[in-house]
T-cell receptor, first 113, second 114 residues
């Protein structure tokens, strides 16, 4: 169990640029979640994959956001045309199956200049 | 939509003492479970304890225990013999829906003082 890995740890970019984050879940975990956490708040759900299928998306996930999990292993979250309000910590979590705890990565902190 | 309320934004406790963090939630589900997670400063979210709603017995994990009141939809966390390493944000998080996505409260910032 090597844990959930997220890259990069920090991303600083100018407003309007595109960014992509990667999440490598614990192997054999078929469920993968993305959350966003702003300062002083609890994480908010963004999207959920079961294997390679994206089964749920939050209303927070505007059309500038896209997530993929092409082979049911790692996942990417892309934000196009970044805005100031996108500044946050983006957390990835995985679980093996239902009713089991989610394991979180360290997160990617996004800062928009 | 499910809501989670943690009414104590910040708490502090002396090392070795006991502290209780409160959480209330709203759900229409009957068979569910609940988590407490902790998030130390600049570190990852980690699971503290899990409670199945159908179990009458409160969950215990070493120094951590819960007081689960299903009818009142209350799920408090008790930390006994507090340690400096317990300093963290604590989140109550019930899963919701078929995806079992976690719904987090705003958290309680716990500081353990030496």
């Amino acid at each position: 169990d090597t844990g959930v890995s997220q890259n990069p740890r920090h991303k600083i970019t100018k407003r309007g640029q595109n960014v992509t984050f990667r999440c490598d879940p614990i192997s054999e975990h078929n469920r993968l979640y993305w959350y966003r956490q702003t300062l002083g708040q609890g994480p908010e759900f963004l999207t959920y994959f079961q294997n390679e299928a994206q089964l749920e998306k939050s209303r927070l996930l505007s059309d500038r956001f896209s997530a993929e999990r092409p082979k049911g292993s790692f996942s990417t979250l892309e934000i196009q045309r970044t805005e100031q309000g996108d500044s946050a910590m983006y957390l990835c979590a995985s679980s093996k199956e239902g009713r089991l705890p989610q394991h979180f990565g360290d997160g990617t902190r996004l800062s928009i200049l | 939509a499910q809501t989670v309320t943690q009414s104590q934004p910040e708490m502090s406790v002396q090392e070795a003492e006991t502290v209780t963090l409160s959480c209330t939630y709203d759900t229409s589900e009957n068979n569910y479970y609940l988590f407490w997670y902790k998030q130390p400063p600049s570190r990852q979210m980690i699971l503290v304890i899990r409670q199945e709603a159908y179990k009458q017995q409160n969950a215990t994990e070493n120094r951590f225990s819960v007081n689960f009141q299903k009818a009142a939809k209350s799920f408090s966390l008790k930390i006994s013999d507090s340690q400096l390493g317990d300093t963290a944000m604590y989140f109550c998080a019930p899963p919701q829906g078929g995806s079992e996505k976690l719904v987090f409260g705003k958290g309680t910032k716990l500081t353990v003082n030496p």
